[in-house]
């Protein structure tokens, strides 16, 4: 392909052809990249970028790849990856830290405790980087990103590099403006927690809340966490599921997981095809039983 050898002459870092995104998703699923770009600059990013819209070439974002289903055909175009120091990877001044996006957030989360930082514990223990944390809204235990979030810094294809403020990122439950916009990639943010309280209770509450979740998820088996959204006024999506006596159906390697059963597991050489034809079959009885179509929560990339 063309395309690949102008980009790698002309934009520092690392790029890897045919990457296989089984390697790059916590599913394990997902078949090769044309390729994947590692930019060692935000300026390189932003450069790339505008290179990559400008050709009409489909780009993918990666985070820690926890929330992802990717094709067994894998990804026409190129997959950028940001590594943990694109920009300063995390810095403290009082309540306000600053991380880059590609840290992992349970550093994040990890690192505010041991200083007495409260607000965002209830995070712990997930998976993720704190870019795909953002795009998510990710959220646990009544506590979600938007809650801390002061700004972010982003690359956009076609204004580059600018400031978003939580007004811009309009979030809402698991969602914010960035899954309606074209490859907008969040390079660092910035959050405001509350100081004073006692590191040691924090961590504390941290360990339990991870003692708590390992023992309700199927953490020892490929997945991308929760599976559907859950539905407003509507018991959780798990619960829908596990009513329709869906715990442990299967299709090839793709498992209802018996554990949790808004988890679809691969216990071994599941295909996104298996996973999708497993979510098929969990929608259509699920809206037989309750009358509901259950929205997938993972970003599915087709
Ligand atoms: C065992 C398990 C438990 C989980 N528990 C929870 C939970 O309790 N709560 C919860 O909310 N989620 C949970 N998840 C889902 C997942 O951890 C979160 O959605 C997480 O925020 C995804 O982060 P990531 O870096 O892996 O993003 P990815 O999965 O790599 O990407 C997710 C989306 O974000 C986009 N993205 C990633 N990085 C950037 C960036 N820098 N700029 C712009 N877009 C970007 C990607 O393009 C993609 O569309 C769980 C997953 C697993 C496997």
Known sequence: MNWIDDFQNEFPGTHL???PMSRHTNFRIGGPADLMYIPNSVNALDAALRYLNQNGIPVLIL????????????????TVKLPEDITDPIDFQG?????????PLKRL???AAARGLTGIENLAGIPGTVGGAIYMNAGAYGSCVADVFQSAGAVCPESGVRTMNAADLQFNYRSSILQEMRCTVITGAEFRLRPGANPAELEDRCREIIRVRNGKHPVGLPSAGSF????????PAGRLIEEAGLKGLAVGGAQVSPMHANFIVNTGGATCRDVLDLMARVQEKVQRIHGVLLEPEVRIIP
């Open 95 to 103: 309540g306000t830290v600053t991380a880059s996006a590609g840290l």
């Open 63 to 78: 985070g820690g790849g926890y929330n992802l289903l990717v094709s067994d055909q894998g990804f026409r175009g190129a």
């Open 228 to 235: 559907f959204r859950n539905t407003r006024g509507l018991p």
């Open 109 to 111: 989360v990890r690192e």
């Open 17 to 19: 052809r045919e990457e």
